[in-house]
């Protein structure tokens, strides 16, 4: 649970300082906050699951936005950028889409 | 394949080729949640340090707050769209002050012509004279003052900041407002210090509001030249009022009649000069005036139609 605490204290920081992100990091945000996201969905899964583990759910996160953008900068190297980007959208989109059925299926049970 | 060349042959899944897909839609879950809680299960639950905890604290710490300002950094406006609008404002500025200049040149070219024609026309034929200052007054070719009726239509207030098309002044409001004037008698009317003639448009485009193709900003004044109490209680009469009322009472929007001893109407642009004659009887102009287009015309220039 100290993951989960630590990550709303984080986010709430975030909200109250606005820290000013690099510009060269721009172009890797949107798909960071995807990823993001999924690790999000993925841990609150869990949790429903009564499997959750912080160090899991940490690494996965933290892994989840730096393979991201590791992979948005690799298309950008090599030219195929948007092309990479909508890929890892989709992907991450269904994950996020599997994750929030199972969610409700543990919430509403239907 | 058979069984023949040794190793027993795996049951050939039939969709093997889209296994990429069924993993990502089948196993959206870490498999590592799964085999972290198996292993919690057979050996017990994990030694936790104080270290440990401290550090996934600070990484939870760090990962949340890069979350929020990678998403907050995402919302704000990128400065190359604001930059692009702050171009296009300056140009819409100047634009805006170069025709006004012009608009400006061309009145003071109307009234150098209208001058000239009044003095020309004067030295031959003084009922041509009359004729074409009543003429003028009708469309508008020429500015006037007296007493008259202000009418000054303004937005209501946005309520909790939402916009409500329906609380602003619209295009129809301004149209039903003009119209029962010129039916309560008025004699000449303008809207924001443009003359209205008999084809001037008002209408809107987009959330502007048009009177011969000039946006207007509200508060909409809306001049009217006549009798300024009789047309006040003849514009009650007319359905318009009825509108003004409703568009105070349902819709907040600000309506003010007053009374004014003089008001300045400036004349319309310019129409056109479409058809020109000289009538019958009346001698042809030498000298002076024969070079330019034929300004001893008997009916004034009209435009037709739009």
């Known amino acids: 649970m100290i993951a989960v605490l630590g990550l709303v204290i984080g986010v709430v920081a975030g909200l109250v300082f606005e820290p ?29 699951d009564g499997i959750f583990d912080d160090r899991v759910f940490l690494v996965s996160f933290l892994s989840n936005v730096v393979v991201a953008a590791l992979i948005v900068f690799l298309g950008d190297q090599l030219g195929v950028g948007s092309q990479l980007s909508t890929g890892v959208v989709v992907v991450l989109g269904i994950r996020i889409f599997s994750n929030a059925a199972a969610i409700r299926r543990h919430l509403f049970k239907a | 394949m058979t069984s023949r060349h040794g190793d027993s042959p795996t049951a050939r899944v039939p969709d093997a080729s889209m296994s990429l897909l069924n993993d990502v839609a089948r196993m959206p879950l870490e498999p590592a949640y799964r085999t972290v809680a198996d292993q919690r299960a057979r050996e017990g639950r994990r030694r936790v340090t104080v270290r440990h905890q401290t550090m996934s604290a600070l990484l939870a710490v760090m990962l949340g707050l890069a979350t929020a300002s990678a998403a907050l950094a995402l919302r704000a406006p990128q400065p190359a769209v604001l930059a692009a609008r702050a171009i296009i404002e300056k140009q819409i500025a100047e634009r805006t002050a170069a025709v006004d200049t012009l608009r ?50 303004s937005d209501a207030p946005d309520v909790g900041g939402v916009v409500d098309p329906d609380r602003r002044v619209q295009d129809v409001d301004l149209q039903i407002l003009v119209n029962g004037l010129w039916a309560a008698g008025a004699e000449a009317i303008a809207v924001n210090d443009h003359r209205l003639t008999t084809t001037t448009a008002v209408r809107s485009a987009g959330s502007a509001i048009l009177v011969d193709l000039n946006p207007l900003v509200g508060p909409y004044v809306v001049d009217a030249i006549g009798d300024g109490a009789d047309l006040q209680t003849r514009l009650a009469r007319v359905s318009a009022g009825q509108h003004l009322a409703t568009l105070r009472t349902t819709y907040s929007i600000g309506v003010d009649v007053s009374a004014k001893n003089s008001l300045e109407l400036p ?24 070079a330019g287009s034929p300004t001893g015309s008997g009916s004034p220039p009209r435009t037709g139609g739009g």
Request: net charge negative.
């Open chain 1, 20 to 48: 000013t992100v690099p510009v060269s990091l721009q172009p890797y945000l949107p798909i960071a906050v995807v990823a993001a996201l999924d690790a999000l969905f993925g841990g609150l899964r869990a949790l429903l």
């Open chain 2, 104 to 153: 400006l040149q061309n009145a003071e070219t109307a009234q150098q012509i209208a001058a000239l024609q009044a003095t020309v026309l004067a030295a031959h034929d003084s009922p041509l004279v009359d004729q074409l200052a009543a003429d003028s007054v009708l469309s508008g070719a020429s500015a006037l003052t007296g007493p008259g009726l202000r009418i000054t239509l």
């Open chain 2, 267 to 290: 004349a319309a642009s310019l129409p056109e000069l479409r058809d020109a004659r000289v009538p019958a009887g009346v001698p042809p102009i030498g000298g002076s005036a024969s």
